[in-house]
């Protein structure tokens, strides 16, 4: 199983409300951000990780370099435009069967992913997303399901939906080829792409990660504690 982490934005919300470290470094139950998820990924079975950093500050980039002594990680330095950018620098990584992929800045309960990863490998899906009755995101996409949790729609507005995306993408090497003609067709939007996985005939089934946060603004730091604790 191949990982990946995008984390190549530039975190200015948090440092601009006073944070003194970049976001992939800030510690959540006292272990970065960045490193906290490169351990989940490697307890659940991870080949390899790709990791896509902005090079702006030398404590990250220094960090994932001592930790590629000890993890197999492949490090990529670069500045890019959008997350679907980044997610299109990290493909040549994924490998050719199955991957997930979030930003460094999504906080789940390590069960909870543990529980989807082990779904993903047996259930008959092209894909499994992340999902989150936890709505904290200033603009939010909404996830409308079937009984089954099968995925019917991206969607903007929340009308009888309950879930919300929580960032957390599951997929076969297949979607990294829809990936690149929406990038080819000038969509820069996550939600394209993954509207366009349903539209491309994908079956996408939804998986429910209790409460999920985006560590945005300082006073997200103590949420995500307290969602990192949880065992179950």
Known sequence: MRYAIISAGEGSRIAAEGSVLPKPMIPILGVPMIERLLDIFMRNGADRIAVIVNGENRDVVGL???????????????KTPTPMHSLMELAPYLGCGRFCVTTVDTVFSEARFAAMMDEFGVAGYDGMMGVTDFIDDEKPLYVSVDSEMGITGFLDSGEGCRYVSAGIYALQADALDILARCIDSGQTRMRYFQRQLLESGMKLRAFDMGEVVDVDHVSDIAKAELIAAKRV
Do not use: A, Q
């Open 64 to 78: 994932l370099s001592s930790l590629c002594g000890v993890m197999p990680i492949d490090l990529i330095v670069k």
